[in-house]
């Protein structure tokens, strides 16, 4: 007789888990299948169609991540193309939330600071940056990012510094261009 309730309680924790990791996959398929119509609408140029499909996505998968990084980088374009404040504040929060969610994740830390230097917030871009790089040390293009928004804070031995330890990990035109154009001035007295 114990046989059977074991082999019920059995049948149903499989049934469970079974059902459990079907969901999963249809949740990846519709995550990624929105951030697909998203990144095409994107191109496009149909921003507004674009974050309309991430956001309905975002009602089924509130805690996907890459569908706020997504979200934050349809802003992005939008905002830059129609330069209205509300669409950088769009991407900003969109960024923001796709950190909290995947903190150990250099993505959205990183398009966070990409947004902040373009929208001329130096110092707010540069600690969005050193968030990015505690959770990819050696990406150089994170340095060389950095780097450029250290320069533009005024800060040419830093710049440096961050350029050639891109170039150590990488060689690239933007650290050459760089030892060019900072070393005379970190020479000179």
């Given at each position: 007789?114990?046989r059977?309730?074991?082999a019920?309680?059995?049948?149903?924790l499989?049934?469970?888990?079974?059902?459990?990791?079907?969901g999963?996959?249809v949740?990846?398929?519709?995550?990624?299948?929105?951030?697909?119509?998203?990144?095409?609408?994107r191109?496009?140029?149909?921003?507004?169609?674009?974050?309309?499909?991430?956001?309905?996505?975002?009602?089924?998968?509130?805690?996907?991540?890459?569908l706020?990084?997504?979200l934050?980088?349809t802003?992005?374009?939008?905002?830059f193309?129609?330069?209205?404040?509300?669409?950088?504040?769009s991407a900003?929060?969109?960024?923001?939330?796709?950190?909290?969610?995947?903190?150990?994740?250099?993505?959205p830390?990183?398009?966070?600071?990409?947004t902040?230097a373009?929208?001329?917030?130096?110092?707010?871009?540069?600690r969005?940056?050193?968030?990015?790089?505690v959770?990819?040390?050696?990406?150089p293009?994170l340095?060389?990012d950095r780097?450029?928004?250290l320069?533009?804070?005024g800060r040419?031995?830093?710049?440096?510094a961050l350029?050639?330890?891109a170039?150590?990990?990488?060689p690239?035109?933007?650290?050459?261009?760089?030892?060019?154009?900072?070393?005379?001035a970190?020479e000179?007295?």
């Amino acid at each position: 007789m114990t046989r059977r309730p074991l082999a019920l309680i059995t049948s149903f924790l499989i049934l469970a888990a079974t059902a459990a990791l079907c969901g999963q996959a249809v949740s990846a398929y519709l995550v990624s299948r929105a951030r697909d119509q998203a990144e095409r609408l994107r191109q496009e140029g149909e921003y507004d169609r674009a974050w309309s499909t991430l956001e309905s996505a975002l009602h089924l998968s509130p805690d996907s991540p890459d569908l706020w990084t997504e979200l934050g980088q349809t802003y992005r374009a939008a905002w830059f193309f129609r330069q209205s404040p509300e669409l950088l504040r769009s991407a900003l929060q969109a960024y923001e939330r796709a950190a909290t969610l995947h903190p150990l994740s250099a993505t959205p830390p990183a398009e966070l600071a990409r947004t902040l230097a373009l929208g001329g917030q130096y110092a707010q871009a540069d600690r969005a940056y050193q968030r990015a790089l505690v959770n990819d040390p050696r990406n150089p293009g994170l340095l060389v990012d950095r780097a450029a928004a250290l320069e533009k804070l005024g800060r040419p031995a830093a710049a440096l510094a961050l350029y050639r330890s891109a170039a150590h990990i990488k060689p690239n035109e933007y650290s050459q261009a760089a030892e060019q154009r900072l070393a005379p001035a970190r020479e000179a007295p």
